[in-house]
């Protein structure tokens, strides 16, 4: 069963310091990444994805990605209090009859402290 | 928010009810996609319509039967839940090819 794992936290950031996302997944064939942001009581919204092994940044965001290690992350910098939300790491599944198929993580729960 | 809509926001019914969700996209995309969203538990996929044609069931009980009669509109039709069932019910969409998924605010449902 192709699983994504992420730390549940909460993690708690003080205001302005860089905040790391951490998330695993178990299929080595997986392609596409993504990063979901989920304030409470809201649905999610697209943050970032990724596709290639290295770095991709915007804005105060960056994606890693790690295919060998099958680990994505997201830093967040200069954190704000408004980024405290939920973050959601959702993965492509491979091929097959599953090409639009995401699976998802249970989500890291973030709180930036001013 | 995005340009996918649903209703209603909120719903609650008892168990021998029968109620519909709807969701509507205006970002001209052609595959949309229900979820389901339960506390402490990541977002389940539960259907999956491409160009109207459903390509993905996950194993969901009957008493959940979908209905996407164009690429824009998809409905969820409910009937005889448990309260089990209690939980956000969220709708996508994407163009295939791009994998990008965006969310309607979704439907916060409770079973009684």
């Known amino acids: 069963q192709k699983e994504v794992e992420q730390n549940s936290g909460p993690l708690s950031v003080p205001e302005g310091a860089i905040a790391s996302l951490n998330c695993t997944y178990s299929d080595r064939g997986s392609q596409s990444f993504f990063w979901y942001r989920q304030y409470s009581g809201k649905s999610p919204e697209l943050i970032m994805f990724i596709y290639s092994n290295g770095d991709k940044e915007d804005g105060r965001f960056t994606a890693q990605l790690n295919k060998a290690s099958q680990y994505v992350s997201l830093l967040i910098r200069d954190s704000q209090p408004s980024d405290s939300a939920t973050y959601l790491c959702?993965?492509?599944?491979?091929?097959?009859?599953?090409?639009?198929?995401?699976?998802f993580g249970k989500g890291t729960l973030l709180t930036v402290n001013p | 928010e995005t340009g996918v809509t649903q209703t209603p926001r909120h719903l609650v019914m008892g168990m021998t009810n029968k109620k519909s969700l709807k969701c509507e996209q205006h970002?001209?995309?052609?595959?949309m996609y229900w979820y389901k969203q339960s506390a402490k538990k990541p977002l389940e996929l539960m259907f999956v319509?491409?160009?109207?044609?459903?390509?993905e069931n996950n194993s969901v009980p009957s008493r959940f039967s979908p209905e996407c009669p164009n690429s824009s509109h998809l409905f969820l039709h409910l009937h005889t839940l448990q309260p089990e069932d209690s939980a956000l019910y969220l709708c996508?969409?994407?163009?295939?090819?791009?994998?990008?998924?965006?969310f309607g605010p979704g439907t916060r449902l409770l079973v009684l």
């Open positions: 319509y491409n160009f109207k044609e459903q390509t």
């Open positions: 970002l001209g995309h052609n595959a």
């Open positions: 996508a969409s994407s163009q295939p090819g791009l994998e990008t998924q965006y």
């Open positions: 959702a993965v492509k599944a491979n091929s097959g009859g599953s090409n639009y198929k995401l699976t």
